[in-house]
């Protein structure tokens, strides 16, 4: 069995926002969804959805996510968990 690279976890920046998008489309096509500018709206400005925002990177690719909603009555909002198919288990 070959060892995969892990990957590292961090913060959202400017910087990953192609790779961030580029990884939600792909999850979608993989189960045959496609961008929906309603749905997915907050792929424009992820940080003016989201309250945190971690991504999982190999190098400079991303190749995970997850996001959490601002706070609304004391309930947060689990988002954008995405891992690209190789690194799953």
Same mark, same amino acid.
């Given at each position: 069995?070959?060892?995969?690279?892990?990957?590292?976890?961090?913060?959202?920046?400017?910087?990953?926002?192609?790779? @961030?998008?580029?990884?939600?489309?792909?999850?979608?096509?993989? @189960?045959?969804?496609?961008?929906?500018?309603?749905?997915?709206?907050?792929?424009?400005?992820?940080?003016? @959805?989201?309250?945190?925002?971690?991504?999982? *990177?190999?190098?400079?690719?991303?190749?995970?996510?997850?996001?959490?909603?601002?706070?609304?009555?004391?309930?947060?909002?689990?988002? *954008?968990?995405?891992?690209?198919?190789?690194? *799953?288990?």
């Amino acid at each position: 069995m070959e060892l995969m690279q892990i990957p590292d976890l961090g913060p959202y920046s400017d910087e990953d926002h192609n790779g @961030f998008v580029e990884l939600v489309n792909d999850v979608h096509a993989e @189960f045959g969804y496609s961008y929906d500018p309603v749905l997915d709206a907050d792929l424009a400005d992820p940080r003016a @959805f989201y309250r945190h925002i971690w991504v999982a *990177r190999i190098g400079e690719s991303v190749v995970g996510s997850v996001a959490l909603t601002p706070a609304k009555d004391g309930v947060t909002t689990l988002k *954008r968990m995405y891992l690209r198919p190789q690194l *799953r288990g």
